[in-house]
């Protein structure tokens, strides 16, 4: 199975999602955001998350295993935490604890299609690597 199936396709895309929710989120709670990017860490740390996000987005979209994985217990680790900031967020902004809510289900959403056949499939099942020329005369 070396075609992407559809449902790692949809997976990709609910993730992508999910990361572009993050400036609406981050707009809607803008003391929050403001306090964040005044402090070097917290840039840094933001920074990182975005491109590390990104990164294991575009390795999963190319049936990277690992970095599937890499997502799912970066999910996992985050949940608890992520359900307990919820009645936090809500307090700031309606608009914010919606945000949270969409990007948990959505980045739920997105690990379960590529967890289950045939997008888990694809991701196990071994590729044939592109062979390289040969320079034989």
Do not use: H
């Not at 396709?9 to 999602?17: G, K, M």
């Not at 981050?26 to 590390?52: C, E, P, Q, R, Y």
């Not at 979209?61 to 809500?90: C, E, I, M, W």
Request: hydrophobic letters at 50%; aromatic letters at 10%.
């Amino acid at each position: 199975m070396s075609e992407k199936p559809p449902e790692v396709s949809r997976a990709v895309i609910l993730l992508w999602i999910s990361l572009a929710m993050m400036p609406l989120r981050m707009a809607a709670d803008w003391n929050t955001t403001k306090a964040v990017l005044d402090s070097a860490l917290g840039l840094t740390v933001l920074a990182i998350t975005i491109f590390l996000l990104s990164f294991l987005i575009w390795k999963i979209s190319q049936g990277k295993n690992s970095a599937r994985l890499v997502f799912l217990v970066l999910y996992l680790l985050g949940l608890p935490f992520s359900l307990y900031a919820l009645p936090t967020d809500f307090g700031r902004s309606a608009i914010v604890g919606v945000c949270s809510i969409a990007q948990i289900v959505l980045q739920g959403a997105g690990l379960w299609l590529t967890s289950r056949p045939p997008g888990k499939d694809w991701f196990t099942d071994p590729r044939p690597e592109a062979s390289l020329p040969s320079i034989r005369a």
